[in-house]
């Protein structure tokens, strides 16, 4: 494991000192990484949904029946 030191000042200090405390977290970098996992889970939650509004968006939805897979997959044997 990589080993990252932070400043921070006494009144930042001071909260993380309470919440690892009070949260029951056995060291402040435990609650720091906490901390960057809930981070990189928002993040992902809110591209995938840009992703859902961009495709809801994007006009009416095509029928994908098997008529329309065995279309794709004719294209794709004709093509190599």
């Known amino acids: 494991m990589s080993t990252m030191n932070v400043s921070l000042p006494e009144a930042l200090k001071a909260f993380v000192d309470e ?6 977290y056995s060291t402040s970098s435990e609650y720091v990484r906490e901390l960057i996992r809930a981070d990189r889970v928002r993040r992902a939650e809110r591209e995938l949904a840009g992703l859902l509004r961009a495709g809801a968006e994007s006009g009416a939805g095509i029928a994908a029946g098997k008529a329309y897979w065995a279309a ?9």
């Open 19 to 24: 919440r690892v405390q009070r949260d029951g």
């Open 72 to 80: 794709k997959r004719k294209a794709l044997r004709r093509r190599g």
